[in-house]
């Protein structure tokens, strides 16, 4: 069951989201879910260099401007991101805002800041299921990293100006 952590990033999930190791990253996927017009939640999946904390307290996000998933953080706000990797299964609660609909870097982009809520943590009962663990993350495969390394770069840095 998850637990309560804080109002804020802990410091593993900070550095984590910081874009300092954010090679560590790339072949790893952050869940986005906001909540569509009919209230079911709507899925999506963000890499690492599209997620950034700006501070312990707030999130930057690049997502397309023209999706459903943008288009429901306009209207209601409502986020929830889950970080699953080995040992590691956190979700981040918060309301996110447009700060710009168009991103300069990569103009098929908007980016939205995320005021995080609640940091809850997930892992097995110890005494329910002794030795459980998440063994890993949801992954991805890309083979146009190298070619994007350029514009996934300016992403990063634009979320973090």
């Known amino acids: ?21 954010v090679d560590r990253y790339l072949d790893k996927v952050i869940l986005l879910y906001t909540v569509d017009p009919n209230g079911w939640p709507h899925s999506s999946l963000l890499s ?12 930057r996000l690049a997502t ?3 999706s459903n998933t943008t ?10 991101l889950s970080v699953f990797d080995e040992r590691v299964a956190y979700s981040i609660k918060g309301k996110a805002e ?12 908007s980016l939205l800041n995320l005021a995080i ?13 002794p030795g459980a663990y998440i063994s890993g993350g949801v992954t991805c495969v890309n ?7 350029t514009w996934r770069n300016e992403v990063l840095k634009e979320l973090m100006d």
């Open 71 to 80: 288009e429901n953080m306009r209207r209601n706000g409502k986020v929830t």
């Open 1 to 21: 069951m998850p637990k309560f952590v804080s109002k804020e990033l802990p410091e593993a999930l900070y550095a984590r989201l910081s874009g300092h190791e």
């Open 98 to 109: 447009e700060i710009r609909r168009q991103m300069q870097s990569v103009s098929r982009n």
């Open 117 to 129: 809520d609640q940091v809850l943590v997930d892992e097995a009962d110890p005494d329910l299921e």
């Open 143 to 149: 083979p146009n990293l190298g070619a994007e390394r």
């Open 64 to 66: 397309y401007r023209d």
């Open 48 to 59: 690492y260099f599209e997620v950034a904390a700006k501070d312990r307290s707030n999130l």
